[in-house]
């Protein structure tokens, strides 16, 4: 368990440390994974987003991007040219928004019965939400951790 100075210190290395940190990363990879590349199609089912993070084009507070959510069935004609193209890795990610669960769960078991691995970031949402998508066959959910790291970073400093 790292405690916050250990966390800040990691962002913060720089040289040896910055080098063994790689190394480290380096070597879980190949543990997990060798050195093989996985591919992984992704699909950006919305621009649409309630969060305003000051880094990201998609925060709400953008008047100027275009805005659009994807309708289930084109959704699955995506994962579909995916599949077809030889993936069967896909990641379904899209700003936070309460609608994708409803959108993505409408779709993940015929996504599934396609034979993709589903790894999901679509925000931060409440338990029942994410059961509710691991019951439709999610395999992953990328949890968003840079807010909390920021806020600790500056708390800090
Ligand atoms: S929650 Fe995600 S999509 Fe929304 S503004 Fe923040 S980083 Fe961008």
């Given amino acids: 368990m790292f405690s916050k100075s250990d966390i800040v210190d990691i962002l913060q290395a720089r040289g040896d440390p910055q080098k063994q940190l790689f190394q480290s990363a380096r070597d879980i990879r190949r543990e ?20 305003d993070c000051d880094y990201c084009p998609m925060a709400s507070t953008n008047r100027k991007l275009a805005r659009y959510k994807m309708s289930p069935d084109l959704l699955l004609a995506i994962a579909q040219d995916m599949k077809n193209e030889g993936l069967d890795r896909i990641l379904i990610q899209g700003g936070e928004i309460r609608q994708t669960t409803e ?19 679509l925000g931060n949402k409440g338990r029942a939400e994410y059961e509710e998508l691991k019951d439709k066959g999610a395999d992953g959910y990328l949890i968003k951790l840079a807010f909390a790291i920021l806020t600790i970073v500056k708390q800090c400093k």
Avoid: H, W
């Fill in 103 to 121: 959108l993505v769960a409408s779709v993940l078991p015929q996504i599934k019965e396609m034979g993709f691995y589903v790894l999901l970031n």
């Fill in 32 to 51: 997990y994974f060798g050195d093989k590349a996985l591919l992984r199609g992704v699909v950006e089912i919305t621009s649409m987003c309630k969060v």
